[in-house]
């Protein structure tokens, strides 16, 4: 089982709602967890943070960790074209581990 | 501008030959990633070093080496290159919160 999956995508959504973005990890201990924003042909920039159970807001992103459930998810409010990018869950354990990434489109 | 430094940022390569990607860093953080980037496959972890003198194996690990000399300077060498090892690789960098600070990546295409 790879040790972070995230929903394969891709994922088309209309300008103005809401993205919804899933991830599962496989070890249990880890403590830090990421969302990773790539256009394409760049690098991938850190856009949120989260490191206890419960939602992160910043802005019209929303982080959402739930340890229990091995489970982290990004919410993207009020989606505009320039969201349209592929959205990177990455998991700190002893070295951090990125799944393979959910493309969003959004469609105006 | 501070940040991470890559070059080149685009290398066509003779399968065989051995090539070095460079990688500088400016923020004088402790440790150091090199990934490699397939597309389906997300990003897999190379080396990573977590202090200057340091190194270890990450996930993919055959035919790379890296070397730590100085807190700066994280050079990635596939001494003898195959198509395999076509890629795009990206150099990174992290604070103590696991941050990942990432450079422009270098796209290597090994015929």
């Known amino acids: 089982q790879k040790e972070v999956e995230q929903n394969s995508g891709p994922l088309s959504v209309p300008e103005g709602a809401i993205a919804s973005l899933n991830c599962t990890y496989s070890?249990?201990?880890?403590?830090?967890f990421f969302w990773y924003r790539q256009y394409s042909g760049k690098s991938p920039e850190l856009i949120m943070s989260i490191y206890s159970n419960g939602d992160k807001e910043d802005g019209r992103f929303t982080a959402q960790l739930n340890k229990a459930s091995q489970y982290v998810s990004l919410l993207i409010r009020d989606s505009q074209p320039s969201d349209s990018a592929t959205y990177l869950c990455a998991v700190n354990d002893y070295k951090l581990s990125f799944g393979a990434g959910t493309t969003v489109t959004v469609r105006a | 501008i501070a940040g991470i430094t890559q070059a080149p940022t685009s290398q066509i390569l003779a399968a065989g030959r051995r090539m070095t990607l460079r990688c500088t860093q400016d923020m004088r953080h402790n440790a150091m990633y090199w990934y490699r980037q397939d597309l389906g496959l997300g990003l897999r972890l190379i080396h990573y070093s977590n202090t200057a003198g340091t190194t270890g194996k990450g996930e993919v690990p055959d035919g790379y080496s890296v070397s730590r000399a100085n807190t700066d300077d994280f050079p990635l060498t596939l001494a003898s290159a195959v198509p395999s090892q076509t890629s795009v690789y990206f150099c990174?960098?992290?604070?103590?919160?696991?941050?990942?600070?990432f450079g422009e990546g270098s796209r290597l295409t090994v015929l």
């Open positions: 990174a960098s992290s604070e103590a919160t696991g941050e990942l600070f």
């Open positions: 070890d249990r201990g880890s403590q830090s």
